[in-house]
């Protein structure tokens, strides 16, 4: 059946399965020249002899590299397939077609250029060793699509083996979006995010980033819940990034299941997947947001949470207050690759948050947290945000 749709016109029908492999057909993207190569004068400087003019320089001053190359505006987008979307682990070909798409969105909206890379290995040690053969040839690497626990240790490694920016989107990206529709949210029903007590479901990538990112923001107080429930210091099951999560949330000692969690919470942040009941959500505080991200059915329906909470988001195209990562991630590869940043920090990561949340700042309604991602506004207001950043926490290099 595969088959057939892949072969099948377009011309002829309205039937969107068949718009998709039309648009995937040949791959989303290609390299272009930015120099023209119409003669032997031309190619003598694009390519021999004059190229060894530039090889010398830079081996003599390799930093020079950033100069006379694109590496100084490139990032490589490395995936080994084991957590697409929501598709889980379908392997590396398979991630190709998401890793062109984010490609072509760091280009579109932050002027970067990506190369997909996916791998065919998904052993730490393996990914780390190979990512960091290939470094030379970027400024700075996207991880996408890496299934949790590896993700926070290959991220990390990476990181400290490299002195070019290492961002795992799935996990900062989420984080610095949610955080930047958290605190438009707080600001519409005139609250502050210090009053406010949020429940995370989902400790993987995205519920852990989340969380560390909220504490930083100066959420009142925020739990995170797993399959087995809340997370909490002392429970005996849990990983060590749990563990180091159970320490820095959860102040008043919750204990028990995602409902038991958020009788009487102020937020929900669903980045887990399933249903949670309408009677559970409706022992919420009154008055309060749910940004259910879960695609493409969210955890809480939007239909559902309108009748409880003031403030309603989700990851869908199709409903207001879209939590997309691309409001987040080109800008900030932008910015860090513009003054050559050795690393992101979490200074860096709060500055495109709060950066993000101005542009709307002035136009909020319950129904606009966060700006569209065709909001042209989006990409130089966090370009801008994390290039001074870095520049005050003394890791930019220009």
């Given at each position: 059946?595969a088959?057939e749709i892949?072969?099948?016109?377009t011309?002829?029908?309205?039937?969107?399965?068949d718009?998709?492999?039309?648009?995937?057909?040949g791959?989303k993207m290609e390299?272009?020249a930015?120099?023209p190569?119409?003669?032997?004068?031309?190619?003598?400087l694009a390519y021999t002899p004059?190229v060894?003019?530039?090889c010398?320089?830079i081996?003599?001053q390799?930093e020079?590299?950033?100069?006379?190359?694109?590496?100084?505006?490139v990032?490589?987008v490395?995936?080994?397939g084991?957590?697409?979307?929501?598709?889980?682990?379908?392997g590396?070909e398979a991630?190709l077609p998401?890793?062109?798409?984010?490609?072509?969105?760091?280009?579109?909206f932050?002027?970067v250029?990506?190369?997909p890379?996916?791998?065919?290995?998904t052993?730490?040690?393996?990914i780390?060793?190979t990512v960091?053969?290939?470094?030379?040839?970027?400024g700075?690497v996207n991880?996408?699509d890496i299934?949790?626990p590896?993700c926070?240790?290959?991220?990390?490694?990476?990181?400290?083996?490299?002195d070019?920016?290492?961002?795992?989107?799935d996990?900062?990206?989420t984080?610095?979006?949610s955080?930047?529709?958290?605190?438009?949210?707080?600001?519409?029903?005139?609250?502050?995010?210090?009053?406010?007590?949020a429940?995370?479901?989902?400790a993987?990538?995205?519920?852990?980033?989340i969380?560390?990112m909220?504490?930083?923001?100066?959420?009142g107080?925020v739990?995170?819940?797993d399959?087995?429930?809340?997370?909490?210091?002392?429970?005996?099951?849990?990983?060590d990034v749990k563990a180091?999560?159970?320490?820095?949330?959860?102040r008043?000692?919750?204990?028990?299941?995602?409902?038991d969690?958020?009788a009487?919470?102020?937020?929900?942040?669903?980045?887990?997947?399933?249903?949670?009941?309408?009677?559970v959500?409706?022992?919420?505080?009154?008055?309060?947001?749910?940004f259910?991200?879960?695609?493409?059915n969210?955890?809480i329906?939007?239909?559902v949470?309108?009748r409880?909470a003031?403030?309603?988001?989700?990851?869908?195209s199709?409903f207001p207050?879209?939590?997309?990562n691309v409001?987040?991630?080109?800008?900030?590869?932008?910015g860090?690759?513009?003054?050559?940043a050795?690393?992101?920090?979490?200074?860096m990561?709060?500055?495109a948050?709060k950066?993000l949340?101005?542009?709307?700042?002035d136009?909020?309604?319950?129904?606009?947290?966060?700006?569209?991602?065709?909001?042209e506004?989006?990409?130089p207001?966090v370009?801008k945000?994390?290039?001074e950043?870095?520049?005050?926490?003394?890791v930019?290099?220009?």
């Open positions: 059946m088959a892949i072969h099948t016109s011309q002829d029908t309205d039937d969107p399965v718009a998709v492999f039309a648009l995937h057909r791959g390299i272009r930015t120099v190569v119409r003669d032997a004068d031309d190619l003598s004059g060894a003019k530039v010398t320089a081996a003599e390799p020079l590299v950033n100069d006379y190359t694109w590496k100084s505006n990032v490589a490395v995936t080994d084991t957590a697409v979307l929501g598709l889980g682990d379908i590396p991630s998401v890793m062109e798409g984010k490609a072509i969105l760091f280009k579109q932050g002027g250029d990506a190369v890379i996916a791998l065919a290995c052993g730490v040690d393996e780390v060793e960091v053969r290939l470094a030379p040839s970027f700075g991880l996408e299934s949790a590896r926070f240790e290959i991220e990390r490694r990476l990181q400290e083996a490299l070019i920016p290492i961002f795992h989107d996990q900062h990206g984080a610095i979006v955080t930047a529709a958290l605190w438009n949210a707080a600001k519409v029903t005139g609250r502050e995010i210090g009053s406010l007590r429940v995370i479901s989902g993987g990538a995205a519920g852990i980033a969380a560390k909220l504490v930083a923001a100066g959420i107080d739990a995170v819940c399959r087995r429930g809340v997370v909490y210091e002392g429970r005996g099951d849990l990983t180091e999560i159970a320490a820095a949330t959860n008043t000692g919750l204990k028990g299941s995602l409902a969690a958020l009487g919470a102020d937020v929900f942040i669903g980045v887990s997947g399933g249903t949670v009941p309408e009677d959500v409706a022992t919420m505080a009154e008055g309060c947001f749910i259910a991200m879960a695609n493409p969210p955890e329906h939007p239909e949470a309108h409880y003031a403030v309603v988001a989700t990851g869908r199709d207050n879209q939590i997309n409001l987040a991630f080109p800008g900030i590869f932008a860090a690759l513009q003054v050559r050795t690393r992101i920090t979490e200074g990561k709060l500055a948050a950066a949340a101005a542009v709307v700042a136009e909020l309604t319950p129904q606009k947290v966060i700006p569209s991602p065709f909001d506004r989006v990409a207001a370009t945000a994390v290039a950043a870095a520049r005050r926490e003394g930019a290099r220009l």
